[in-house]
């Protein structure tokens, strides 16, 4: 099984620890990758290609609070209502997880943007 978030399998990122090491009253966001990065590059404005949202994942892949990022963007998510890049994965991504008709480990090719 690859450990690689990329868009033809949803798995866990690689280099990401599924552990947070947050310090009691720590923020998981101010341990994010993307922290200091522009949030166009997570959220655009409109409809993009799929290719368009791999600088956003290569900063998920590494980020050590993927999980709990993942997990946040699926608690606050309500609907069909999804945007942007969060916990490396895109919105057909998510709603994809939610639907149930793709989960990690899964070929993710049809749903990668």
């Known amino acids: ?36 990065w522009p949030t166009e590059m997570f959220f655009p404005e409109g409809r993009v290609p799929t290719s368009w949202y791999d600088p956003a994942r290569a900063l998920c892949d590494a980020c050590p609070v993927w999980e709990t990022c993942l997990n946040a963007a699926m608690r606050e998510e ?8 969060r916990g490396g994965l895109t919105p057909k991504q998510r709603q994809a997880l939610v639907t149930g008709t793709i989960t990690f480990g899964d070929d993710a090719s049809e749903v990668a943007a």
């Open 1 to 36: 099984m690859t450990t690689n978030l990329r868009p033809q399998t949803l798995t866990r990122p690689s280099s990401a620890s599924t552990s947070t090491g947050l310090e009691p009253g720590e923020r998981w966001d101010e341990r994010a990758a993307c922290k200091d």
């Open 78 to 85: 309500t609907g069909n209502y999804r945007f942007g890049m």
